[in-house]
């Protein structure tokens, strides 16, 4: 059964940064890895994706501020935030898909493999 494991979430400042992790295991031949949100009272929203052949797709709200990383050696993918800011508050969850490049944009939802999530809190 594959598993995805998220931590790094936290408190932090607005404009203090932080890095999420997430561990997949066993390895699988992913083609899409996506980062969501849900903020206390809202939907779930995509963040972030990263496809197989290394690009990425962005929400606005990453735009400039997040970025996505892998270290295939571990079968570990994080999420890189910058200049945090309070409506960045969430519950933050990785999530995996075999399909790729095609199919890997960050407004897609149907993902196959969910982690259960880290918290992160941005106060004013």
């Known amino acids: 059964q594959v598993q995805l494991v998220e931590s790094g979430g936290g408190s932090v400042q607005a404009g203090g940064s932080l890095k999420l992790s997430c561990v997949v295991s066993p390895y699988i031949a992913w083609g899409c890895m996506g980062w969501f949100r849900q903020a206390p009272g809202k939907e779930r929203e995509g963040v972030i994706a990263l496809r197989n052949d290394g690009s990425v797709s962005y929400s606005d709200a990453a735009k400039g501020r997040f970025t996505v990383a892998k270290d295939n050696a571990k079968n570990t993918f994080y999420l890189e935030m910058y200049r945090l800011e309070p409506e960045d508050t969430a519950m933050y969850y990785c999530?995996?898909?075999?399909?790729?490049?095609?199919?890997?944009?960050?407004?897609?939802?149907?993902?196959?493999?969910w982690g259960q999530g880290t918290q992160v809190s941005v106060s004013p």
């Open positions: 999530a995996a898909d075999r399909r790729g490049v095609g199919y890997c944009y960050w407004w897609q939802r149907d993902f196959g493999y």
